[in-house]
């Protein structure tokens, strides 16, 4: 629901729910449908905007050296989150205000800014244009002595229920990777894959990173009748496997995807994406 425009500066879930008309007043103004207000996802934005407020970076990596996915599975999530952000570039670090109003021109200036983005590099403008999208979370902070808000925007996309898989385990665990889909979308394949173990990181590290990329799976399981380490288990809308880590697991942060498709196309997209640190 369109909330008016703040007559003053305005608490922070007043702010969200502003951010939130803004978003959706771009996403109609291109034909496609609204999101809604994810709390999961917010909760994993709130912790991101907090952390670049009280170190003075923008990035998509953490101070912890956490990464957007890593943030919405701490939160609870289960589904696939793609971020925008936007906060300082001085590396000053700062108490948050523990009390925050947000001035309503500056959240427009945010939005308009990703909305200004141009090709090649207009990364966030597409992401919240992305018809996938179904909900929003969004995270807001400010430090106390600074009139800047500082932001996170994860758009979910949901389009299954997806069974729960363990936050923390060891080398050696099998995991039980399980749900089912929704229409109109139909089962893909089942991602394993590995980033190094997290790293904390300076705001002059930060603040020189730019694109996040995604990682890819090492390994993929498909269904029975396609060249597969595993098949996986298919009923319907529903999916099932149990697998391992790989054939040589180490510690780090395993990433578990979930890949689907459209009824009668080929290309495979991610539908869930989760992260396991393994130690």
Known sequence: MAVPRPSAP???????????TLINRDRRAEGLSEVELD????????????????????????SDGSVPEERYSDAGGTDFVQENVACLFDGVARAL???????PALLEQLQKM???????????????????HQRVGIGLAQPATVNQPCLSQEFVDDWGEFSELPREAP??????????????IRFGGVGIGRIDPAKPK????????SVYRIPQP?????PPGFKTPKPVKVDGQAFSIDVGLGPKPRPGRYEVSVWGKHAGQNELFMVSLRTIVVK
């Open 10 to 20: 305005a608490v922070i879930h007043e702010a969200a729910a502003y951010m939130l």
């Open 39 to 62: 709390p999961i996802a917010s909760a994993g934005a709130e912790r991101h905007a907090r952390d670049m407020a009280a170190h003075g970076f923008t990035a998509h990596w953490g």
């Open 97 to 103: 205000d523990p009390n925050p109003r947000f001035d």
């Open 114 to 132: 990703f909305m200004d983005e141009v090709p090649p590099n207009d990364g966030h403008r597409k992401n919240i244009l992305k018809p996938g």
């Open 171 to 184: 080398p050696s665990v099998t995991l039980h990777v399980a749900g089912e889909l929704r229409d109109p």
């Open 202 to 209: 300076t705001a002059k590290e930060l603040n020189a990173t």
């Open 218 to 222: 090492e390994t993929l399981y498909f």
